[in-house]
């Protein structure tokens, strides 16, 4: 059976993101009603070192914040405060990393709990690495200010701990924003939008540099105390279900096949799912369209290979699923990748 949580189950440490997120808010002159409502959270919960809330009232504080404030560097701003973070165990860890590659091992095996609303993932390829963020709970009006923050996030506690702007490129799954500028003084100025996924890229030989605060003693006795703390925190659903369906993407999984790995009937996950504003195709698609594009950018075949690869019978088939996924061919995808990587790597 798989273990997952829901949008609505109380999962996150109100002393944590959230108390960060609120005293941003209040240091800007937000009131506590601006930005407490319709969380269902009241004003002596904000001091509850033990309260927990759910995903979806976090997600409702972050959109009364941005409201509230209606600026533009709201976003990346909130992202700079949260890593390393105040979560006991892995924010120690994360904070003497001895280089990017141990940094992202930490906060990619601890995302629930160092980013609860957006899952990083890390995919090589030749002589560069891509970490690419997916929306934990189905919040598309929100994507890109998570999106904004999580890159943000990673960036801003990459320079303090390495000590330098490290090298990334971004990839954004949207069109240009109005305001480029604020992208390019919290992020940097290689960019692209117009991608299908929301991603970072760097070259490979930085993952190793060694960086001033390492300390491989402290994190490893950061780690053993969290290990504990860290078998109760379950992915969330959609996290869950994305895993699953990239490790079985090969044998055409199906929803009822899905639904028993789920330990649920098929109509109710068919409700979680909705709980969540997505469905069972939408999430399949996606996840054939994903392992596609790491196939064209990390291998670089062509799709005969790749159609076989996600169980199509012929690459014909193939190709008219791809552009109803992604709304161009594969050839074009292919082509538009490559290009980017001669022009970045």
């Known amino acids: 059976m798989i273990a997952y949580h829901h949008i609505s189950d109380e999962r ?7 108390a960060m997120l609120i005293e941003f808010a209040r240091s800007r002159e937000i009131s506590d009603a601006q930005i407490l409502l319709d969380t269902g959270i009241d004003i002596a919960a904000t001091e509850d070192a033990q ?9 409702r504080l972050l959109m009364n914040v941005n409201k509230a404030l209606d600026a533009n560097d709201t976003s990346f701003l909130i992202g700079e405060q949260m890593l390393p973070g105040h979560i006991h165990g892995v924010s120690h860890a994360l904070l003497h990393a001895g ?3 141990e940094a992202l091992d930490i906060l990619i095996a601890h995302a629930t709990q160092l980013s609860p609303l957006m899952c990083p993932r890390l995919k090589r390829g030749k ?3 891509v970490v690419y963020w997916m929306d934990s709970y189905g919040a598309p009006a929100q994507r890109s200010v998570l999106t904004e ?6 960036v801003a506690m990459c320079r303090w701990l390495s000590g330098e702007r490290l090298p990334w490129r971004f990839c954004f799954n949207r069109r240009a924003p109005r305001y480029i500028e604020q992208y390019e003084v919290h992020l940097g100025a290689e960019m692209k939008f117009n991608c299908h996924f929301d991603a970072m890229l760097i070259e490979e030989d930085v993952l190793d540099r060694r960086w001033p605060r390492g300390n491989p003693a402290a994190v490893k006795l950061a ?6 703390e860290q078998k109760q925190h379950t ?3 959609l996290n869950a279900l994305y895993d699953y369906l990239l490790n079985h993407i090969r044998c055409a999984p199906t929803l009822e096949q899905t639904a028993q790995q789920f330990f649920c009937s098929p109509a109710t996950l068919k409700r979680y799912l909705a709980k969540h504003g997505t469905h ?6 996606q996840a054939r369209s994903h392992a596609a594009l790491h196939l064209f950018l990390t291998q670089q075949i062509d799709n005969e290979a790749v159609a076989q690869h996600l169980g199509f019978h012929d690459a014909n088939n193939f190709r008219r699923s791809f552009k109803r996924w992604t709304g161009l061919t594969p050839s074009l995808i292919r082509e538009g990748m490559h290009a980017d990587l001669a022009k970045w790597i």
């Open 223 to 228: 780690l053993q105390a969290s290990v504990a």
């Open 149 to 154: 923050m999580h890159m943000a996030a990673l």
């Open 51 to 59: 309260r927990m809330i759910s995903p979806q009232q976090y997600l």
């Open 280 to 285: 069972f195709q939408a999430e399949l698609d």
């Open 235 to 237: 992915p969330s659903l």
């Open 12 to 18: 996150i440490a109100m002393r944590q993101h959230p």
């Open 127 to 129: 002589g560069w690495i």
């Open 99 to 101: 280089s990017l590659r």
